[in-house]
């Protein structure tokens, strides 16, 4: 499986036992809540 940044970042975000995340929506991370999205963070 080929992994992209936002899936990386998640994936060290669940490691580090992260459960909330806060963040301003826009185009640049819209990756990223793709992917908060996937994992239930």
Do not use: Q, S, W
């Amino acid at each position: 499986m080929k992994l992209n940044g936002a899936r990386i970042l998640l994936e060290c975000l669940k490691r580090e036992g992260v459960e909330v995340v806060f963040g301003y929506p826009g185009a640049a991370i819209t990756d990223i809540h793709d992917e908060m999205a996937k994992a239930k963070i």
